[in-house]
């Protein structure tokens, strides 16, 4: 098979003609019926007169290029036709009836018609499918930087990497077709130094179609060079190049290909069949194979390709994009205008990838420019872009060609394309038009317009220009309104109905609904939808938008939510889509919490958008990836001024919108910001609207947030915040000397502080920082629960902090680096304080000195304290004793968590405890303390004989079978007060053989039976042991 390098323009070609052969030219192109009635707009003395070259610019001027060199294309195969059936060769033709040349003409002369034809048809054949074609040498350079990708192409690449199967894959439109077309014809004219003898190009889609054959046949349907005693040569030579091209449109299940084969030229097989069989080199097995296929069928072509190499495809790169848009736009400064609108929608400017969509951009945009219209509105969604697209190709005056409107072929190409797309097949026949109702007179103007391509190798064909317009119409048919419902039933037979476009099962095996989903909140916006009845006269029905609500707020027939099929991120996208505030207000009704991960603008941007109409949003939880609000000191200076320099796309417009939601949502109280990366500008911009006498904010949370600053300008704008109840401050970024601990003290005495809880976390201050900040505690009459965990707190600063805690309820210092000389002033605190009654000390080296001296502070008759929790303190058996002649006294304590102390027969001091009538515990927490079972009897009489423990905590305790059985048959003989035990690694035959006569007594710990993961720890009402926390500690 051989192909022809083009060489030839449509000028070039007029060029070459002889005074008789181009007036038979004009007189051809005149009673072309394509052509008519272009021709009659224009002079005809004037084409009359014309030699080539004017010739050539009067068809240039008068048609676009694009439709120009398509309908030459169409005249040229209908002259190619002529001449096959002319006389046969050497004859000379009658140029009465045709302008052809005598084909055996002198070699010496300048190719003949035949070739000059041949050659365009060639180029055309490669580029005939796109709206691009005037930008070739464009073109030629990306195709050139993909082929070099293809280790065939590039001599550099190692030679190691080189595989006889080349997968090229890549979205919809971005070039695959015409990169592999290019490839074969310059492999089969042997440009790279590799002889091809044979070619051959399959479309896959075209299998889908066809019945049993053989791969004789099919190779010979393929290329006319092909002869029968060619097979042995095929099957063991390596100059053989198959092109296979379109492999996501195979309509075949993968099971079958992989299942069956053949490996016979001559054996009649279905051929999708053959075709597998030929990717798994059963057929030719020393064939380049050429691939070309999109993303989501990789997966099904890899179980029949064996160490492929891979080639993506991206179509477009950021600087193809810009060089388009220079040279469609002209003018520098608009085209930037143009280029900054697309990137500011992310998707958009990534479906500008595919050149057919760029075009479609471009065009648009230009005719936006001419109304000196605002291009960021155009391309705030990808709906309102193409639709509005669509809509300006079919203008008021193009109704010429249907006076009537094109409502119903309008409809007709949405069935087509619905079903198309859930089918996943591109193309559409004349027979399916039939099927509708419809001539191919109807397909004109979207011929016209490019909306719809013809395949010129089949002329029954037809296809969308792009992916992204079948996508288009494909949603557009579930808000048409038909006069007959029937009719509607009818067309659905391959269309799935909206609650199954939203399946993640059916999104997942056809990745191209995605959009069309995405496109079809878009089309519920209700100028959308104006415009689309006003343009093609049609009628459209907005009950598809109660449907979806319905299907958002899980109250359809299935109740499953749009959580159970997507995102927040990816509700938030399709609610932005819409741009309709009133579905998105009804959309997000349901909401009361939400949490979002910001990794780009776009995130942010759609989040604001929908968060402003979420009027029941009370808790809004944020974290912000590094990289997208970087250090602008102009754009803090700007702001500051109260100078708005910056686009409604850039980063900092988008915080201010997403930030004023603390200030318009009035049940908004909880704001939790958590491993976030700010600026010093979205700083003051949060501070800004927090200060703000609108914020009703009442717990504000902030861990691992940087800069260091962020936690000094928060508490800064909390100052005099009366709405404040909880504050949460943690992380490892904050520093010292940022007058974090001084605003703070401003906060607690100020006036209006209504401040209950405060955690306050790694937070670097100095000795008198602290005191300072603790002796405001004395003018605050409103906190009740301090957490200063993982602090790091001397002994000077403990003491005035004792000093100062008098009024509060509930303390944590859990790894604040207290020793036993810090006791002495905690135990004071006990002796003398009326409120407090929770207070933890885990993670701090007290050892067993350390707790006796706590269990003087406990035996005071003031102590009002009820949960104490000492896990990790160093505890042993001595510091049991102390605490259990502690509780045998008259103490208030009901709570006690010694977990992760190496307590061992210190347990014998704590059953004895527990038998006392005095002891007044109902939680007892005593995970990992390192006792053996010979301690498990004791334990098992203490629970027999007291009335008042409620929850006993045994994890990562070795009690072994003896010890878990004596305790659960004890368990099962006494009707106790004992509603819950934990216990990590029982073996699971112990708990069947006991759960039906202990059953509400047992609970397992993180899962005593490793093959049940649906069972949870259930809640207790009195405590909720866990590892280095204490719960009860924070106020509800």
Same mark, same amino acid.
């Given at each position: ?51 080539? $070259? ?183 030579? #390596? ?37 597998? !069989? ?101 391309? =705030? ?42 089918? =996943? ?154 741009? #309709? ?18 990794? !780009? ?20 939880? /944020?974290?912000?990836?590094?990289? $997208? ?5 102009? #754009? ?25 939601? $603390? ?33 009703? /904010? ?190 045998? #006294? ?61 929850? /006993? ?13 004596? $305790? ?69």
């Amino acid at each position: 098979m051989q192909l022809l390098q083009p060489e030839y323009s449509i000028k070039s070609f007029l060029v070459t003609l002889k005074t008789n052969e181009l007036e038979k030219f004009k007189s051809q192109l005149k009673t072309l019926p394509e052509f008519r009635d272009d021709l009659r707009k224009s002079s005809c003395s004037e084409v009359d007169e014309a030699d080539g $070259i004017k010739l050539a610019d009067i068809l240039i001027k008068k048609f676009p290029s694009n439709r120009l060199k398509l309908m030459t294309l169409t005249f040229f195969n209908k002259i190619k036709n002529t001449e096959s059936s002319q006389p046969s060769e050497g004859q000379t033709l009658e140029t009465d009836d045709s302008m052809l040349v005598d084909t055996k003409s002198s070699k010496t002369e300048e190719l003949d018609m035949k070739d000059i034809w041949e050659a365009i048809i060639n180029e055309f054949s490669i580029w005939e499918k796109d709206v691009w074609i005037d930008d070739y040498d464009h073109f030629h350079d990306v195709i050139q930087r993909n082929q070099k990708l293809i280790p065939s192409f590039n001599p550099k690449m190692d030679t190691k990497q080189r595989s006889n199967t080349v997968v090229l894959y890549g979205y919809a439109g971005v070039g695959k077709t015409t990169v592999v077309k290019s490839c074969l014809q310059e492999w089969t004219k042997g440009c790279q130094g590799q002889e091809i003898q044979y070619a051959f190009y399959l479309q896959c889609r075209e299998f889908n179609h066809m019945g049993f054959c053989s791969f004789s046949e099919l190779i010979s349907k393929n290329s006319s060079e092909w002869k029968t005693n060619d097979v042995e040569v095929l099957t063991k030579t #390596e100059n053989v190049l198959v092109v296979v091209d379109g492999f996501d449109e195979l309509r075949v299940p993968v099971e079958a290909l992989i299942s069956e084969c053949c490996s016979d030229w001559d054996t009649q097989t279905p051929a999708p069949i053959l075709l597998s !069989s030929l990717l798994k080199r059963k057929l030719i097995p020393k064939a380049t194979l050429l691939v070309t296929t999109q993303p989501h069928a990789l997966q099904e072509l890899m179980l029949l390709v064996k160490q492929p190499f891979f080639v993506e495809i991206k179509g477009f790169l950021a600087k193809d994009k810009e060089r388009y848009f220079l040279n469609h736009l002209r003018v520098r400064e608009q085209a930037f205008q143009a280029l900054y609108a697309v990137k500011c929608n992310v998707d958009l400017f990534h479906m500008a990838s595919a050149p057919t969509v760029c075009s479609i951009i471009c065009t648009y945009l230009k005719l936006q420019m001419t109304k000196e219209e605002d291009l960021a509105v155009h391309c =705030q969604t990808c709906t309102s872009l193409f639709l509005q697209f669509l809509c300006s190709q079919f203008s008021p005056r193009s109704y010429v060609y249907n006076p009537n409107g094109y409502g119903k072929v309008l409809q007709a190409l949405c069935i087509l394309a619905a079903q198309n797309l859930w089918t =996943q097949q591109a193309t559409f026949h004349r027979e399916e038009l039939w099927s509708l109702g419809l001539k191919e007179s109807d397909l004109s103007p979207f011929l016209d317009m490019h909306i719809l391509q013809e395949y010129c190798d089949s002329g029954n064909c037809y296809s969308f220009i792009h992916l992204c317009i079948q996508q288009l119409l494909a949603a557009m048919l579930y808000i048409l309104k038909f006069q007959d419902e029937g009719d509607r039933e009818d067309c659905k037979r391959n269309i799935g109905n909206v609650r199954k476009l939203f399946s993640r099962e059916a999104r997942f095996y056809n990745p191209n609904l995605i959009q069309a989903g995405l496109f079809l909140f878009g089309l519920l916006n209700q100028k959308q939808v104006q415009d689309l009845e006003t343009t093609f006269g049609c009628e459209t029905s907005m009950e598809i938008k109660w449907e979806l609500l319905k299907i958002l707020q899980g109250k359809s027939e299935e109740r499953k939510p749009f959580f159970s099929v997507m995102s927040l991120k990816e509700i938030f996208l399709h609610l932005y889509e819409s741009q #309709e505030g009133e579905l998105v207000k009804e959309a997000m009704a349901p909401f009361a919490e939400i949490s979002l991960c910001f990794k !780009s603008n776009i995130d942010i941007l759609h989040s604001a958008f929908c968060i402003k109409y979420c009027t029941s949003l009370q808790k809004l939880s /944020l974290q912000v990836a590094k990289g $997208i609000f970087l250090e602008n000191d102009d #754009e803090l200076n700007s702001y500051l001024r109260g100078v708005r320099v910056w686009a409604a796309s850039n980063s900092l417009s988008l915080w201010i919108h997403l930030c004023s939601v $603390i200030c318009s949502n009035k049940n908004l109280s909880i704001l939790d910001i958590t491993q976030s990366f700010l600026s010093d500008c979205t700083l003051r911009i949060l501070c800004h609207h927090i200060t703000d006498v609108s914020c009703c /904010l009442q717990r504000v949370i902030m861990r691992d947030v940087s800069p260091p600053t962020a936690y000094r300008d928060v508490c800064l704008a909390l100052v005099g915040k009366k709405t404040l109840t909880h504050l949460i401050l943690t992380g490892s970024v904050q520093e010292k000397n940022t007058g974090q601990l001084m605003f703070l003290g401003e906060m607690l005495r100020h006036w209006r502080c209504n401040l209950q809880f405060l955690r306050l976390g790694s937070c670097y201050a100095s000795i008198r920082q602290w005191n300072d900040f603790f002796f405001t505690f004395n003018m605050n009459q409103s906190l009740r629960c301090v957490d200063f965990s993982n602090n790091k707190l001397l002994a000077k600063s403990v003491k005035s902090l004792c000093m100062n805690l008098r009024s509060i309820k509930r303390v944590s210092l859990e790894n604040c680096q207290l020793k036993e000389t810090c006791c002495k002033d905690i135990s004071s605190l006990l002796m003398v304080s009326q409120k407090l009654t929770h207070l933890s000390l885990s993670k701090n080296n007290l050892g067993d000195d350390g707790v006796k001296i706590l269990c003087r502070g406990l035996n005071s008759p003031k102590c009002k304290l009820q949960m104490l929790v000492i896990q990790q303190c160093g505890v042993t058996a001595h510091g049991c004793k102390h605490i259990s002649e502690m509780l045998c #006294e008259d103490s208030n304590l009901t709570h006690l968590d010694m977990g992760l102390n190496s307590i061992a027969n210190g347990v014998m001091f704590l059953c004895n405890t527990i038998k006392n009538p005095k002891c007044s515990l109902k939680c007892l927490g005593l995970w990992g303390c390192s006792f053996s079972p010979l301690y498990c009897e004791e334990l098992a009489a203490a629970i027999a004989s007291n009335k008042k423990l409620e929850t /006993l905590d045994l994890g990562q305790n070795i009690l072994g079978k003896s010890g878990v059985v004596m $305790i659960l048959k004890t368990l099962s003989d006494n009707n106790g007060p004992l509603k819950t035990i934990r216990r990590r690694y029982f073996q699971i035959f112990q708990i069947l053989q006991y759960s039906k006569r202990i059953r509400g007594h047992y609970d397992k710990r993180h899962g005593a039976n490793p093959h049940d993961s649906k069972e949870q720890e259930p809640e207790s009402s009195h405590c909720n042991y866990k590892r280095g926390a204490v719960s009860g500690l924070e106020l509800s």
